[in-house]
């Protein structure tokens, strides 16, 4: 996963990524970023459906309403059972439920497990949301695993109010759904933070490597983004100060992580060249990665 402050280039590093492993294997890119790029990075609607746009790399703009549409086609009738057996409503109620907090999240993640298990990629890519998000994130999936325990008690003790319908089987599965959602991300899953050498990105970028790690997910290094080469327009004042202010951050983001920090220079190029993106993914990932 690429993961960081908007703005900093994940979509595009998730890109070069997934076109460099997709010449090893079968390789899916899944955009779950609201604000995501891809459509424009590879000149098309990824919107719909996976869509392999090279040999061995599908690509996959993941939208709300996707999300939403699956989460009803996969739970909406069990639902309905459930919440009619108790109180005299009609199907709108679905569209009430699938706002509630954590829902959207949930089965977002559930679209990427659901591509891991299917087994017909090597590896997944997955370009998030930005930080604030993927904070969220984690913190939904241990809410909502500990909502799920107490709603099984609740039911346990209501249980003889419920006509023709029995809660308890949607609830375990919505358990089993999001324990192995947190298997996932704590055992299959590993990240890149991105950032750009300046203040703010590189303090978020410290405390989001912080906060993935005390979930217990990989943080495979942090990347900083787009660093101006020594060589650039020497002769420019303006240039030769930005310069120095992204080395400063660059020096502290080294002294207060313990993570690779992989620099990568600002690029002059078309980045939707694949050969460009390629390129750019030789500057942090190595055969081993």
Not at 127 to 153: C, E, G, M, W
């Amino acid at each position: 996963m690429f993961t960081g402050k908007g703005g900093v280039g994940k979509t595009t590093l998730a890109a070069a990524t997934a076109l460099y492993f997709s010449l090893r294997g079968p390789t899916l890119l899944v955009s779950t970023d609201p604000t995501g790029s891809l459509g424009q990075i590879f000149g098309r609607n990824l919107q719909e459906r996976e869509q392999e746009i090279y040999p061995g790399l599908s690509v996959l703009e993941l939208t709300r309403e996707k999300v939403l549409a699956l989460w009803r086609e996969k739970f909406a009738d069990d639902i309905y059972t459930v919440v009619s057996s108790l109180f005299p409503v009609g199907r709108e109620i679905i569209d009430y439920i699938e706002g509630a907090p954590g829902i959207e999240t949930e089965f977002m993640l559930d679209y990427l497990l659901t591509a891991l298990k299917r087994g017909d990629y090597r590896y997944l890519i997955w370009d998030t949301a930005p930080t604030a998000s993927i904070l969220n994130l984690l913190k939904v999936q241990l809410l909502f695993y500990a909502h799920l325990s107490q709603a099984q008690r609740l039911y346990l003790r209501l249980k003889g109010l419920f006509q023709g319908a029995d809660p308890l089987s949607l609830i375990k599965q919505w358990q089993t759904l999001t324990a192995e959602i947190i298997h996932m991300l704590k055992t299959d899953t590993a990240a890149w933070v991105v950032a750009h050498p300046e203040q703010l990105p590189v303090r978020e970028a410290l405390s989001l490597s912080q906060a993935l790690d005390d979930f217990g997910l990989e943080v495979k290094g942090i990347i900083l983004n787009k660093v101006l080469d020594a060589e650039v327009c020497p002769d420019c004042l303006f240039l030769e100060e930005k310069r120095k202010y992204q080395q400063f951050w660059l020096e502290t983001l080294c002294k207060e992580t313990t993570y690779p920090v992989k620099v990568i220079p600002e690029i002059v190029g078309d980045l939707h060249n694949p050969e460009v993106l390629l390129s750019l993914a030789q500057m942090f990932l190595t055969e081993g990665t």
